[in-house]
T-cell receptor
Framework: GAGVSQSPSNKVTEKGKDVELRCDPI?????LYWYRQSLGQGLEFLIY????????KSGLPSDRFSAERTGGSVSTLTIQRTQQEDSAVYLC??????????????FGNGTRLTVT | TQLLEQSPQFLSIQEGENLTVYCNSS?????LQWYRQEPGEGPVLLVT?????EVKKLKRLTFQFGDARKDSSLHITAAQPGDTGLYLC???????????FGGGTRVLVKP
């Protein structure tokens, strides 16, 4: 497909379990972002990958959250020992980069995570 | 405190009315983008503004970037129910032009 793909689209898990969320960016896009969105609110930045540079992890809310990007393509966001406050929609986006234009982000449809 | 503040948070209007959404910051951005998001989907880019004072029009939508590149506005003329959605502004700054989003404005246009 031509767009950003996220899986699963929905995930229900019990408190204390670990979850993995997957993002397949658009081919050739060097930048990849993870955001979290709670109930129709704005987007909370989590982590940013740009090419081969060290990721910007400044938005990760706790050490239970981690993410990796393998081969500059697919990314996985892992949440360990999930808590109820982790319930949200997790959005992934990718973009081409360069210049001062701020390359537009192409978003997936998100993974809705519910922690019971 | 968010880097980008959007106002109002929620706006409900009748079809045919005009509306303006604001995006403000104390920081300078190299560019600013506006997105619209519908339920169950990711945000979709509407426009990117780069130059201070720039005005861009997209049909009934008018976007303006402040002279100092710290703020922006989105004006919708003769709103239609299809304009309903969550409008998000996002500013690019710093190494790699990382995007930071505002809190969003939820717009409801009633027929």
């Amino acid at each position: 497909g031509a767009g950003v793909s996220q899986s699963p689209s929905n995930k229900v898990t019990e408190k204390g379990k670990d979850v993995e969320l997957r993002c397949d960016p658009i081919s050739g896009h060097t930048a990849l972002y993870w955001y979290r969105q709670s109930l129709g609110q704005g987007l909370e930045f989590l982590i940013y990958f740009q090419g081969n540079s060290a990721p910007d992890k400044s938005g990760l809310p706790s050490d239970r959250f981690s993410a990796e990007r393998t081969g500059g393509s697919v990314s996985t966001l892992t949440i360990q020992r999930t808590q109820q406050e982790d319930s949200a929609v997790y959005l992934c986006a990718s973009s081409l980069t360069g210049g001062q234009g701020g390359s537009p982000l192409h978003f997936g449809n998100g993974t809705r995570l519910t922690v019971t | 405190t968010q880097l980008l503040e959007q106002s109002p948070q929620f706006l409900s209007i009748q079809e045919g009315e005009n509306l303006t959404v604001y995006c403000n910051s104390s920081s300078v951005f190299s560019s600013l983008q506006w997105y619209r998001q519908e339920p169950g989907e990711g945000p979709v880019l509407l426009v990117t503004v780069v130059t201070g004072g720039e005005v861009k029009k997209l049909k009934r939508l008018t976007f303006q970037f402040g002279d100092a590149r710290k703020d922006s506005s989105l004006h919708i003329t003769a709103a239609q129910p299809g304009d309903t959605g969550l409008y998000l502004c996002a500013g690019a700054r710093g190494a790699g032009n990382k995007l930071t989003f505002g809190g969003g404005t939820r717009v409801l246009v009633k027929p």
